[in-house]
């Protein structure tokens, strides 16, 4: 699932170089922790929070497979 984040995120941003997706799992609950540059900050969140709702929701279908939950917070 991290890597899904990674490449979802890297695809929207101006400076892929500086996308970091940290990763803390459980045994029911995966936490990732996506860190991207400034500037970049309002392409991953999108208009009212529409392109973050679309990673978190992508992210949410792949993890049903595997029986978890996710959590997606997006940090600068």
Do not use: Y
């Not at 990674?6 to 029911?28: G, S």
């Amino acid at each position: 699932m991290k890597e899904v984040v990674e490449v979802l995120a890297k695809a929207l941003v101006d400076h892929p170089e500086e996308v970091i997706v940290v990763q803390n799992a459980t045994e029911r609950t995966v936490h990732l922790q996506l860190t991207v540059a400034q500037e970049d900050m309002g392409k991953v969140i999108g208009k009212q929070g529409k392109i973050a709702n679309a990673i978190r929701t992508i992210v949410k279908a792949a993890a049903v497979k595997d029986g978890r939950r996710v959590i997606v917070d997006i940090d600068q």
